[in-house]
């Protein structure tokens, strides 16, 4: 059974730092990453990263949140620096295998940030 379990996240204040963790079970995916969901807003791409370590981030983020991933461990992280309130948010978990499939999503998990 393919799963991908976050953890991490919480709650923040305005200027601090958070990081998110997810590890995937019972497949190894080409691409991980982290999107984000508002409520009432479509969920957008944060990060992502590629098993040979090439990194994307959305604009929004640049300069602020770095993705990381431990092959060995099957594991992404996301650290969240410089923390707006504008980043709260579900954080969800994504892994996509080789041309895009199978895709993947974890539960989620929420971070809020205080003003």
């Known amino acids: 059974q393919v799963q991908l379990e976050e953890s991490g996240g919480g709650l923040a204040q305005a200027g601090g730092s958070l990081r998110v963790s997810c590890t995937a079970s019972?497949?190894?995916?080409?691409?991980m990453g982290w999107y984000r969901q508002a409520p009432g807003k479509q969920r957008e791409l944060v990060a992502t990263i590629t098993s040979g370590g090439i990194t994307k981030y959305a604009d929004f983020v640049k300069g602020r949140f770095t993705i990381s991933r431990d092959n060995a461990k099957n594991t992404v992280y996301l650290q969240m620096n410089n923390l707006e309130p504008e980043d709260t948010a579900v954080y969800l978990c994504?892994?996509?295998?080789?041309?895009?499939?199978?895709?993947?999503w974890g539960q989620g998990t929420q971070v809020t940030v205080s003003s």
């Open positions: 019972g497949y190894i995916f080409s691409n």
């Open positions: 994504n892994g996509k295998g080789s041309f895009g499939f199978p895709v993947y």
